[in-house]
C-alpha cells in the first residue's frame, strides 16, 4: 500500500492506495504549530479508523507548499511506517516537460495536478484547483507545462472582503439561483460562485486562444464542485486528482 499527502496552505489530504485503488481518503486542517509527534498520532488514529495497517503500508510520498512543515511530516511519516517519504520537487522524475521561466519555482501542488490530469484526461488540458488561492495550469498538445495563472481563493477573498467591509457577513459558499442578487447575502455568493465560474470561462479561452487549440478543462480543490457545476462551459471535476497524480510520480521514480 501507499501513502500520499497533498500538504496544502488550509488541509493536509492524506490518502492510502491499494494498487491503482484508493483504500481511503481523509483531510487534516494544516496546523504549523503542532510537532511532527502531534502528527504521527493524528495520521495513526486515521489509519486506524479505516482499518488501515501500517505494517501494510510500503511507501510513502508527500507533495507541499508548506515548507516549514516538511520536515514535521517526514519525522511523522518515518515514525509511523519506517520510511521516509519520497518529496515532490527539483530532481523528481514526472515524465513532464516544463516550460516556464524556472522551473524549479513551479509549485508541487500544480505539478502534481498537471501530472494526473495529462495522465487521466489527455492533451491539451487547463487544470484549475480552487483552494486557498485559485490556480490554473496550462498543458499544451505535447503534454508540454506552459505555466498558468495564480490569483486569491474563493474563501481567501470572501474573508478579505468580510474583514474590510463593517456591514458584511460570512456567507455559506453556494450558487445562489440568479447572477442578480435580491439580497446582500445572494449578492456576495453570486459574486463568489458565478463571478468566479465567470472568470474561469474567460481565462479559459484567453489561454486556448494563446495554445492554439481547444483544450479539456479540469476542475480540483475543496470549492471546485461547486464552481464547477456553475461553469457554462463542459468541465471535469476530479476531487482526487492530486492523490493519483501523487501515486502517478511515485511510481514513476520507485525504482
Known amino acids: 500500500m501507499l501513502l500520499t499527502l497533498d500538504l496544502g496552505n488550509t488541509n493536509l489530504t492524506i490518502g492510502v492506495f491499494n494498487g491503482e485503488e484508493l483504500a481511503c481518503e481523509c483531510r487534516l486542517k494544516t496546523d504549523r504549530s503542532r510537532t511532527g509527534d502531534q502528527y504521527a498520532v493524528e495520521l495513526l488514529s486515521i489509519l486506524k479508523l479505516h482499518d488501515v495497517d501500517p505494517k501494510a503500508i510500503h511507501g510513502a510520498i508527500l507533495s507541499s507548499v508548506v515548507p516549514g512543515l516538511d520536515a514535521v511530516l517526514c519525522t511523522a511519516v518515518q515514525r509511523i511506517i519506517g520510511v521516509e517519504?519520497?518529496?515532490?520537487?527539483?530532481?523528481?522524475?514526472?515524465?513532464?516537460?516544463?516550460?516556464?521561466?524556472?522551473?524549479?519555482?513551479?509549485?508541487?501542488?500544480?505539478?502534481?495536478?498537471?501530472?494526473?490530469?495529462?495522465?487521466?484526461?489527455?492533451?491539451?488540458?487547463?487544470?484549475?484547483?480552487?483552494?486557498?488561492?485559485?490556480?490554473?495550469?496550462?498543458?499544451?498538445?505535447?503534454?508540454?507545462?506552459?505555466?498558468?495563472?495564480?490569483?486569491?481563493?474563493?474563501?481567501?477573498?470572501?474573508?478579505?472582503?468580510?474583514?474590510?467591509?463593517?456591514?458584511?457577513?460570512?456567507?455559506?459558499?453556494?450558487?445562489?439561483?440568479h447572477a442578480i442578487g435580491t439580497n446582500t447575502s445572494d449578492s456576495m455568493r453570486s459574486g463568489a460562485v458565478l463571478g468566479t465560474a465567470s472568470m474561469m470561462e474567460g481565462m479559459c479561452d484567453r489561454i486556448e486562444q494563446e495554445l492554439g487549440v481547444k483544450a479539456t478543462v479540469v476542475v480540483t480543490g475543496g470549492l471546485g464542485r461547486e464552481i464547477a457545476a456553475a461553469c457554462r462551459r463542459e468541465t471535469v471535476y476530479d476531487d482526487r486528482l492530486l492523490l493519483d497524480g501523487l501515486r502517478l510520480i511515485y511510481e514513476k521514480n520507485r525504482a
Not at 484526461?121 to 499544451?140: E, K, M, N, R
Open 85 to 177: 517519504p519520497l518529496m515532490v520537487g527539483p530532481g523528481i522524475k514526472t515524465g513532464m516537460n516544463i516550460r516556464i521561466d524556472n522551473p524549479a519555482q513551479l509549485g508541487a501542488d500544480l505539478l502534481v495536478g498537471a501530472v494526473a490530469a495529462v495522465h487521466k484526461y489527455g492533451t491539451p488540458c487547463i487544470v484549475w484547483d480552487l483552494g486557498t488561492a485559485t490556480t490554473v495550469s496550462a498543458i499544451d498538445a505535447s503534454g508540454a507545462f506552459r505555466g498558468g495563472a495564480i490569483m486569491p481563493g474563493v474563501a481567501t477573498s470572501l474573508d478579505s472582503l468580510v474583514s474590510n467591509a463593517s456591514l458584511l457577513q460570512r456567507v455559506h459558499i453556494k450558487a445562489p439561483e
